[in-house]
């Protein structure tokens, strides 16, 4: 599972501690937890090895890019129709939103019409993805540590991924919420 939304090396440390598989850093987005390349490549750089980063971005404009990846982040997530370079060196998870195709020019898709904003997933639309999928499905959108077990067993998810669901406030982690969420994950067999 992927805890999204980090925006300090304190709050990524908490998050490899209680055992998520990866952590997002929002960058290049209109988000409130989006933060800078450079700190992006600081959270980056406290992250065990075994944690998998992942830089996510809204932006859809080419440019930026070139900022996003300067994190070194070992996943870049992109919204929309935005194409990395090849030579990129880093795997691609596409966002898909309610009544987006399957997509197959990435590693992985996320169903995520939420964004960040704790707005809960169309169940129906997930599972249709789950179903159709060339690649893993990760499942986003108003997961919280009283929902995920729900969810896990309806769409039968790759992985999940929560961002406001275990926050205090926008981009503050909750260290309790946090690691109940990972062990309810633990817990169902995805």
């Known amino acids: 599972m992927k805890i999204c ?5 304190g709050n990524a440390r908490l998050v490899a501690a209680a055992g998520a598989d990866a952590i997002g ?4 987005s209109p988000s ?5 390349p450079d700190a992006a490549r600081e959270i980056f750089a406290a992250v065990p090895p075994f944690v998998t980063t992942v830089a996510v971005t809204s932006t859809e404009r080419a440019e930026d890019l070139a900022a996003v990846l300067s994190s070194r982040p070992d996943v870049v997530q992109v919204a929309g129709g935005l194409d990395l370079p090849r030579d990129a060196g880093v ?3 596409r966002m898909l939103s309610p009544g987006d195709p399957p997509r197959d020019d ?4 996320i169903v995520d019409g939420s964004h960040g904003t704790g707005r809960a997933f ?7 993805c789950t179903a159709s999928s060339p690649v893993p499905v990760i499942l986003a959108g108003g997961l919280t540590c ?4 729900r969810a896990i067993r309806a769409v039968r998810p790759y ?3 929560v961002c406001s669901g275990v926050e205090t406030a926008p981009g503050v982690k909750d260290g309790r919420l946090v690691r109940m969420f990972v062990e309810i994950c633990r817990m169902i067999d995805l």
């Open 5 to 9: 939304g980090i925006t300090t090396v």
């Open 25 to 28: 850093v929002v960058v290049a």
């Open 32 to 36: 409130p937890r989006s933060v800078t």
């Open 91 to 93: 795997r691609v998870i």
């Open 106 to 109: 990435c590693d992985a898709v």
């Open 122 to 128: 169309d169940l129906e639309y997930a599972r249709a």
């Open 146 to 149: 009283g929902n995920v077990a």
């Open 159 to 161: 992985a999940v991924d």
